[in-house]
């Protein structure tokens, strides 16, 4: 017990020498670490017996999705950039080693790795797309088709995405998350060393603002579902993604509100629902109950239900109150 306090307070010096944590969250790390070193030992893979020790904070209700992630972000650090051990993946298949990536292989197991921290869609395929990139481009440049990946592949390319790519900063900057995620929490490479790569500076521009005759002029220029899309984000101030999810559960025309929910960063919140287009929005819904009802009679399946409340409900999608606006 002595010898492990004493390992957990050079981690603590570690982390703050390495600033790879802030300082108030150190301690918080160190506890995590305390914590997972308690449980029995295994001879599971690390990154699995993380994993697993993760899956239970969450299921006990008595962590936030924050925490579990800090955890988890402190045990990979006491493992691999503090103890140096280069056993974290032993047993998963060679070609996540970023030594020896199969582009394939890594883009599968990003995926996986994305929705089991519950990032959204969206960001899910951006990442894709940027680690697709990054792997064709370190093919290239090495010559075979499993590229070795480390930090100064990481600023080659982010130098190459600026001088030869010409990208924004912010492009750049997205780059630069979908790759450290991929060197993070799929290939384990040093975070040490890659998160000290340089990260572009964004400029400040002025905002684009419509005046109220040009956005009158614009939703003039709509009809139909168009326009009545247009006037619930103008109204409210949503998102395109968010207005395509509303349900009918989601609006309610007594208080004028609309809730929003899983938004930016899984956040729901309730914003205001104009006047204007309330007689066209309630024809909507009548059209979108006609045509639920003429599926069900016609033996169609349900709607689609988010998430697994398909499995949790199985009778939810055929409910008069599911159908989708």
């Not at 004493?6 to 790879?20: G, I, N, V």
């Not at 006990?60 to 925490?67: A, F, M, P, V």
């Not at 020896?100 to 395929?125: G, M, Q």
């Amino acid at each position: 017990m002595r010898e492990l306090e004493s390992s957990l307070q050079q981690f603590a010096e570690f982390l703050l020498k390495a600033r790879l944590v802030g300082e108030k969250a150190a301690p918080h790390c160190v506890r995590w670490v305390r914590l997972f070193l308690a449980r029995p030992a295994s001879d599971e893979p690390l990154a699995d017996r993380s994993r697993r020790f993760c899956e239970e904070l969450e299921r006990s209700g008595h962590c936030q999705d924050w925490q579990v992630q800090q955890a988890e972000h402190a045990i990979r650090i006491y493992f691999v950039n503090f103890l140096r051990r280069t056993d974290w993946h032993r047993g998963q298949p060679g070609a996540l080693r970023h030594d020896r990536t199969d582009p394939l292989v890594a883009l599968d197991a990003l995926r996986r790795r994305l929705r089991t921290r519950h990032y959204s869609f969206r960001t899910e395929c951006s990442y894709a797309d940027w680690v697709r990139r990054f792997l064709a481009y370190l093919s290239e440049r090495q010559g075979v088709p499993h590229p070795r990946v480390e930090p100064e592949a990481v600023r080659d390319y982010l130098t190459h995405l600026a001088v030869r790519g010409r990208v924004s900063a912010s492009t750049q900057n997205q780059a630069f998350c979908a790759v450290l995620f991929l060197c993070r929490e799929v290939l384990g490479v040093d975070l040490e060393g890659v998160s000290a790569v340089p990260r572009a500076r964004r400029g400040h521009h002025l905002p684009v603002v419509l005046s109220v005759p040009e956005t009158a002029a614009l939703l003039g220029a709509m009809r139909g579902t168009t326009w009545l899309m247009a006037a619930l984000i103008y109204g409210g101030g949503l998102r395109v993604s968010e207005c395509c999810e509303l349900r009918i559960k989601d609006i309610d025309f007594d208080q004028g509100l609309i809730f929003v929910r899983g938004g930016k960063g899984g956040k729901d919140r309730s914003t205001l629902l104009a006047q204007t287009g309330r007689d066209e929005l309630q024809a909507q819904l009548l059209k979108a109950e006609a045509l639920h009802r003429a599926d069900r009679e016609a033996g169609l399946a349900g709607v689609r239900l988010p998430g697994a409340v398909e499995r949790k409900y199985p009778d939810a999608g055929h409910a008069r109150g599911e159908a989708r606006s």
